[in-house]
Structures are given as structure tokens and as C-alpha cells.
């Protein structure tokens, strides 16, 4: 496709529930990115992949997050167990160079 | 500690008003660069200024660094209504090396018709 994108767009769970968060990068891009944005704030790093080097997880939070990358292309972000300060909008970029382009997001709330 | 404090938090104007926004960094830094968010959802890549550049134009763009006193400033001039967004400064670390961008808490216009 033309630019990142991510889905769901929005997710409602309950506590305790595993969720999985998804995202297509732009074809080509050998770096990928998830942040998470919590209601006014600005963006948190949670992990990077870059080609296939191993990817540098030191943004997340707890050990109920894990992502992984398959092919080089499609991410999945996981977050287990979900608990209420987990709620926020969880973006993911891609790049080749220097610029990252983010998808529309995907808005997760845990009731 | 997180880098990239933007101020003011918030800022009104007029349309056809300038406005600049600051951001402030704390470590060496690879680049700056300046997205815009709208409705708190994706990111809108602006503009990037490299450390050894000082200033960078781009449309109604303007960014200063001052990498002296880590700082930089966004100014968006002849603003209109459509301007009215979140805009963030990110940087990338060159103590660490790491890629990813670390941002600012942001700075949110409102262009008043």
C-alpha cells in the first residue's frame, strides 16, 4: 500500500484479556517501530526492528508486551493480560533513512 | 529522563498570525525533526534539520538549532485554521545510536478563524 497501516483502529477489552495489535509498513522499509501515546502525551518508544538484526526491546514496559516481525514486513505487537494503564494509542512506523512514517494508530481500551 | 520538552504546552492564535513553538533537548542528537498529530491519532512528518545545520525552510516552515544550547523552534507562518494540530519535536540520540525517536510532550494550536 501507499503508506503504514495498522489495525484494529480501535480496541475495547477487558482486564485481563490478551490482545494482538497489527501493523503493514510501507513495502521496502527495512526498520519498523511501535510507540505508545497516552492520552496527551507524547510518544513512548517501545521496540525497533531494523533488517534482521535483533530487535532492540528496551522501550517496553513489562514483560506482558512482545512483538515480532515476520518476514521482514508485517508486525505484531502483543500485550497479555491487559491491565487499565494500558489503555492508549499504539502507533507504529516505518523508515528506510531518517524519516519514520506513522500509521493512523490503533486506540486500545481496557475496561 | 525524557528529551524533547516543547513550550508553550499549549497556543492560541489568529489565523494569519505567526507562531513558533520551542523544543529543548537534553542529549548529543543526530537530527531534529518536527511532526505534526491531528485528533491525537497518526503522525505527519514535517521536517528534519540535521546537528550541523542551524536553519531549515520548508513552505511556511521555518526551524531553528541551536545545538549550543540543545534547543530548537518551529515557526509556522501566515497560520490558517487548517494548522491547527499537535506538533512534536522528536530527536534521535547519538550517545546511544539508537534510531528511534524520542519525543516531546508536544505542543497543541488552535488558529482561530
Known amino acids: 500500500g501507499a503508506g503504514v497501516s495498522q489495525s484494529p483502529s480501535n480496541k475495547v477489552t477487558e482486564k485481563g484479556k490478551d490482545v494482538e495489535l497489527r501493523c503493514d509498513p510501507i513495502?521496502?522499509?527495512?526498520?519498523l517501530y511501535w510507540y505508545r501515546q497516552s492520552l496527551g502525551q507524547g510518544l513512548e518508544f517501545l521496540i525497533y526492528?531494523?533488517?534482521?538484526?535483533?530487535?532492540?526491546k528496551s522501550g517496553l514496559p513489562s514483560d506482558r508486551f512482545s512483538a515480532e516481525r515476520t518476514g521482514g514486513s508485517v508486525s505484531t505487537l502483543t500485550i497479555q493480560r491487559t491491565q487499565q494503564e494500558d489503555s492508549a494509542v499504539y502507533l507504529c512506523?516505518?523508515?528506510?533513512?531518517?524519516?519514520?512514517?506513522f500509521g493512523p494508530g490503533t486506540r486500545l481500551t481496557v475496561l | 529522563s525524557q528529551q524533547g520538552e516543547e513550550d508553550p504546552q499549549a497556543l492560541s492564535i489568529q489565523e494569519g498570525e505567526n507562531a513558533t513553538m520551542n523544543c529543548s533537548y537534553k542529549?548529543?542528537?543526530?537530527?531534529l525533526q518536527w511532526y505534526r498529530q491531528n485528533s491525537g491519532r497518526g503522525l505527519v512528518h514535517l521536517i528534519l534539520i540535521r546537528s550541523n545545520e542551524r536553519e531549515k525552510h520548508s513552505g511556511r516552515l521555518r526551524v531553528t538549532l541551536d545545538t549550543s544550547k540543545k534547543s530548537s523552534s518551529l515557526l509556522i507562518t501566515a497560520s490558517r485554521a487548517a494548522d491547527t494540530a499537535s506538533y512534536f519535536c522528536?530527536?534521535?540520540?547519538?550517545?546511544?545510536?539508537?534510531?528511534?525517536?524520542?519525543f516531546g510532550s508536544g505542543t497543541r494550536l488552535q488558529v482561530q478563524p
Open positions: 512506523a516505518s523508515s528506510s533513512l531518517s524519516e519514520q512514517f
Open positions: 513495502s521496502g522499509h527495512t526498520a
Open positions: 522528536a530527536t534521535t540520540s547519538m550517545d546511544t545510536g539508537r534510531r528511534a525517536l524520542t
Open positions: 542529549n548529543s542528537i543526530n537530527n
Open positions: 526492528f531494523q533488517g534482521n538484526s535483533a530487535p532492540d
